[in-house]
């Protein structure tokens, strides 16, 4: 995975996370649980494509 590729891909993650906390309503605490949930597996998989985490970690069958 290119660098370019992973710019691309936290921006469209930022952009989905902040359309569903702008647009959806949604209760606060809610809110608060979907975005930890979403900011750890973007930085589990930032950690992976950087290789810090090894190839150990795998999530799903891929």
């Known amino acids: ?5 992973l710019i691309i891909i936290l921006v469209v993650v930022g ?9 959806i309503p949604m ?3 809610i809110k608060k649980i979907l975005n930890v ?3 750890v597996v973007v930085l589990l998989f ?3 494509a950087f290789g810090i985490l090894g190839s150990s970690f795998r999530v799903g069958r891929w």
């Open 15 to 23: 952009a989905l996370l902040w359309a569903i906390n702008n647009y």
């Open 27 to 29: 209760q606060a605490n």
């Open 1 to 5: 995975m290119t660098l370019m590729e």
């Open 37 to 39: 949930v979403v900011v």
């Open 46 to 48: 930032v950690l992976n």
